[in-house]
């Protein structure tokens, strides 16, 4: 029983800050590249942001260059995402994500929603 359960969403006011979690449990992910996805309503899910199984590789979106920040801490098998300077299109629920590398998931969250007040 392998589970990705992400935590930490809820509503923030724009230009304010958000962390994620995400939390696997059934196994460590150490040999696993993660990353954060999100689905706006009325529209496809989007990559956000990946991390290489080292933690020292990673890669963003355009749209949250410069405002998030992934990470992840192999020793507590937990990932993050650090959100700054909010903006309203940020809304979304965030999924969270595991596999073999940075572009190709086979493991995800259930999500959390964000949601970003004008």
């Known amino acids: 029983q392998v589970h990705l359960v992400e935590s930490g969403g809820g509503l923030v006011q724009a230009g304010g800050s958000l962390t994620l979690s995400c939390a696997p449990s059934g196994r460590t992910f150490t040999n696993d590249a993660m990353g954060w996805y999100r689905q706006a309503p009325g529209k496809e899910r989007e990559f956000v942001a990946a991390?290489?199984?080292?933690?020292?590789?990673?890669d963003y979106a355009d749209s949250v260059k410069g405002r998030f920040t992934i990470s992840r801490d192999n020793a507590k098998n937990t990932m993050y995402l650090q959100m700054n300077t909010l903006k309203p299109e940020d809304t979304a629920v965030y999924y969270c994500?595991?596999?073999?590398?940075?572009?190709?998931?086979?493991?995800w969250g259930k999500g959390t929603l964000v949601t970003v007040s004008p």
């Open positions: 994500a595991a596999g073999p590398s940075m572009y190709y998931m086979d493991y």
């Open positions: 991390i290489t199984s080292s933690g020292y590789g990673t």
